[in-house]
Structures are given as structure tokens and as C-alpha cells.
């Protein structure tokens, strides 16, 4: 009979959720330093070089099974839904921060903050300045780790229904930061018609690659931070209030 996996997440354990997202961390880089190899031999940079069919669904199901794993590695530490998504958001913020950490030291890149990286390609390509999913790695951190002491100290963390929902609308728009510019290549060239067949569509994919990114939409970006941070003050608020 299976053991039920404690409600608190302990110190000990917190230490061993990092180390997990640290070698999240550099697994992700390693095989980040075999693609630019072998696409992108003399440095990475905007445009892309055309990238099979193949591959990219293969780093979608890569990218996909990452999230699997940080979702079930969530379930393993906890049996409280909002602890699961608080060690969920803390693994994936230390996977994140330590992918471009082992970056560094591998390939001594990027060579700045401000520095264009494809970011992920579920559903469509995600491209911005590296340091944007830097201070969201640092921001789920730091509500991971909120939420785990509230519910230390009260036993429970109250996240209402507005909070939700601030959260999810900043996140919506820090995603639609991210995915900008593909979005303007699928209303520009008609692919909306398509949206379900994308990332089979070879013609999309070639416009995708030889684009090259200009302006990150910072303003969207801030506001969805500032919508967060403030759901997650709400919170710790409702929470103390009790």
C-alpha cells in the first residue's frame, strides 16, 4: 500500500527539489550544446537555420515530457494542491535559472541579458531577451517559496478566486510576449486558418526560421509581472488574515 506523500514540504526536501531542477538545469544545456552543434556550428543567432519536421517534433515531445516530469515531480513532494503548484513553480524556476547558469559555462553564452533565445515551441515558438524568463524564474521562486512558508506557519494558503484569476491573466500576457512575433507570422500569412496543423507545417516553420526578432513587447511583460506579484501579496494577505 502506497504511503501518502506528506502535506509540508520540508527544508530537506526543498534542498533536494533544487538539486533536481539544477540537474534539470544542465541536462537541458547539454542537449542545447549538442543542437547548436549541429545547427548552429559557428554560434547562435537570429534567423534560425530550417530545422526538420522531425526534429522540432521531437523537441516538442521533449519539451513536453520536461513539463511531465516537473508536474509529477510536484505530486511526488505533496498532497495539497496549492503545495504542489508552489514546488512546481520553485522546480522550474531553478531548472530555468541553471539552464542559462550551465549555458554560460559550456558555450559562454548569451553573451547578454538582452541577448534573443528561443525560449519553447509548445504551442508555437517562444522568443525573447533571456533576461524576461530570468525574472520569471526568479518570480516562481520566489511565490513557490512564499507559499510553502505560509502554509507552514498557518496551515494553509488562501488563494481566492481573483488571485487566480490575476495570476492567470499576467501569465497570459507574459505568454503573449513571448509568442509575439509568431503570432504576427500567423495572422500575417494566413497560417491562422491552420492553427492545429502548425507544427506540421513545413511552410510555417520555414517562416518562422528565417525571421528576426526586433522589439520584445516589455510592456506586456510588466504589466503581467506586476498582476502576479500582486495576486501572490493578495494572497499571503488573505492567508495572514486568518
Same mark, same amino acid.
Given at each position: 500500500?502506497?504511503?501518502?506523500?506528506?502535506?509540508?514540504?520540508?527544508?530537506?526536501?526543498?534542498?533536494?527539489?533544487?538539486?533536481?531542477?539544477?540537474?534539470?538545469?544542465?541536462?537541458?544545456?547539454?542537449?542545447?550544446?549538442?543542437?547548436?552543434?549541429?545547427?548552429?556550428?559557428?554560434?547562435?543567432?537570429?534567423?534560425?537555420?530550417?530545422?526538420?519536421?522531425?526534429?522540432?517534433?521531437?523537441?516538442?515531445?521533449?519539451?513536453?515530457? #520536461? %513539463?511531465?516530469? !516537473?508536474?509529477? @515531480?510536484?505530486?511526488? /513532494?505533496?498532497?495539497?494542491?496549492?503545495?504542489? *503548484?508552489?514546488?512546481? &513553480?520553485?522546480?522550474?524556476?531553478?531548472?530555468?535559472?541553471?539552464?542559462?547558469?550551465?549555458?554560460?559555462?559550456?558555450?559562454?553564452?548569451?553573451?547578454?541579458?538582452?541577448?534573443?533565445?528561443?525560449?519553447?515551441?509548445?504551442?508555437?515558438?517562444?522568443?525573447?531577451?533571456?533576461?524576461?524568463?530570468?525574472?520569471?524564474?526568479?518570480?516562481?521562486?520566489?511565490?513557490?517559496?512564499?507559499?510553502?512558508?505560509?502554509?507552514?506557519?498557518?496551515?494553509?494558503?488562501?488563494?481566492?478566486?481573483?488571485?487566480?484569476?490575476?495570476?492567470?491573466?499576467?501569465? #497570459? %500576457?507574459?505568454? !503573449?510576449?513571448? @509568442?509575439?512575433?509568431? /503570432?504576427?507570422?500567423?495572422?500575417?500569412?494566413? *497560417?491562422?486558418?491552420? &492553427?492545429?496543423?502548425?507544427?506540421?507545417?513545413?511552410?510555417?516553420?520555414?517562416?518562422?526560421?528565417?525571421?528576426?526578432?526586433?522589439?520584445?513587447?516589455?510592456?506586456?511583460?510588466?504589466?503581467?509581472?506586476?498582476?502576479?506579484?500582486?495576486?501572490?501579496?493578495?494572497?499571503?494577505?488573505?492567508?495572514?488574515?486568518?
Amino acid at each position: 500500500m502506497d504511503t501518502p506523500a506528506p502535506s509540508a514540504v520540508t527544508n530537506a526536501q526543498l534542498i533536494r527539489l533544487g538539486i533536481f531542477g539544477i540537474a534539470m538545469g544542465l541536462l537541458e544545456a547539454i542537449v542545447v550544446v549538442y543542437l547548436r552543434e549541429l545547427y548552429f556550428p559557428e554560434g547562435f543567432r537570429f534567423p534560425l537555420r530550417f530545422i526538420s519536421e522531425q526534429m522540432i517534433r521531437t523537441e516538442m515531445l521533449r519539451e513536453l515530457c #520536461t %513539463l511531465v516530469m !516537473l508536474v509529477m @515531480i510536484a505530486c511526488t /513532494a505533496t498532497g495539497k494542491f496549492i503545495l504542489r *503548484f508552489a514546488v512546481f &513553480l520553485f522546480v522550474f524556476g531553478i531548472w530555468d535559472i541553471f539552464y542559462y547558469v550551465f549555458l554560460e559555462i559550456l558555450l559562454d553564452w548569451p553573451p547578454s541579458l538582452f541577448t534573443w533565445d528561443v525560449l519553447f515551441l509548445i504551442p508555437v515558438t517562444w522568443v525573447g531577451p533571456v533576461l524576461a524568463p530570468v525574472i520569471c524564474s526568479f518570480t516562481m521562486i520566489g511565490i513557490g517559496i512564499l507559499f510553502i512558508l505560509l502554509d507552514r506557519r498557518y496551515g494553509a494558503v488562501r488563494v481566492h478566486r481573483s488571485a487566480w484569476l490575476l495570476m492567470t491573466a499576467g501569465a #497570459t %500576457l507574459i505568454f !503573449l510576449s513571448f @509568442i509575439w512575433t509568431s /503570432a504576427g507570422i500567423i495572422v500575417d500569412g494566413g *497560417f491562422y486558418r491552420d &492553427l492545429a496543423g502548425l507544427a506540421n507545417n513545413s511552410a510555417f516553420q520555414t517562416v518562422v526560421a528565417s525571421s528576426v526578432p526586433e522589439y520584445y513587447h516589455w510592456e506586456l511583460f510588466a504589466i503581467g509581472e506586476a498582476l502576479i506579484l500582486f495576486a501572490a501579496l493578495t494572497a499571503h494577505r488573505k492567508t495572514a488574515r486568518y
